[in-house]
């Protein structure tokens, strides 16, 4: 299904989180509708993955865990549309500083919504949830559905949960028009610090001769459901255009991979002559075992599908490794 492009056209958008991974391959999707983009973005952010459209881009220097900074910057831009992407996303990274994972993406949240009551302009709110706020899942309850019960299981799938609810409460109390969707594992091209792009990154370097040939690993055992970012940016959108406010929608391929298996497909893509060793500094307290999604809901809704197939993904993942190796 593709989005309607009448709809973005000339439409005032603003992204929390513009120069990360989502959000600037989200970006380059509305500019080339012709939207009007603004993102807000940190002075100390890397802004490597916006480089080509930067000047395209209306970048506001701030900070979502600032209540002023944000609101001001809600006020100035007056947009239609927000999509609330900033988070501290990496889940490893949250087992090291939980307080600061909570701190950030509550925080942030919370003023986002904030924000967009006190200026009203928004039309539409985007949350990007995620599958790890399902965290424990029973065998029987595969695949996921938006009835499962939420069990997370890192301090990241915890502040997710409360961001989640923070949402459903700002739009149950204030009508804040927030739809939630809970994007399950994406990748695709641009490095990212997940399984997929760091597998790729370590096999670019052996293929260069830069690390010797062997791949650490964490627990290859862990079931995920990978969607290709660009597909996942096309849902977002039809999120907005098509889903009713505050109703959570689970997005995701609806396929499980082993994280072996993805491992192994990545080798055989590579065509390089490997062997594979588990670290135990990438293993986790705890681990979501299987986290694989079912999208009825919302594609019953908005007619989305993935189109780019897994395979191509990881070749194209591989390939912007190797450029920057």
Known sequence: MDVNKSFWNGRTILITGISGFVGSHLSEKLLALGADVHGIIRRRSNAENIAAVKDKLKLHNGDISDAHSTTSIVREVQPSVVFHLAAQSFVPLSWQAPLETISTNITGTL????????????HRMQFAGTSEEYGFVRPEESPITEKNELRPLSPYGVSKVACDMMCFQYAHSYKIPVIRTRAF???????QDVAPSNFACQIAKIAAGKQPPVVKVGNLEAVRDFTDVRDMTTAYMLAIEKCDVNEPYNIGSGKGWKMSEMLDLLIKISGVKIKIEQDPARMRPSDVMSLVCDSTKFRKKTGWAPEIRFEQTLKDILGCWKSNV
Not at 185 to 191: A, D, E, I, T, Y
Request: hydrophobic share 35%; charged share 25%; with cysteine.
């Open 185 to 191: 594992n994406h990748v695709g091209p641009r490095c």
């Open 111 to 122: 003023n986002v919504l904030e924000a967009i009551r006190k200026v009203d302009t928004v």
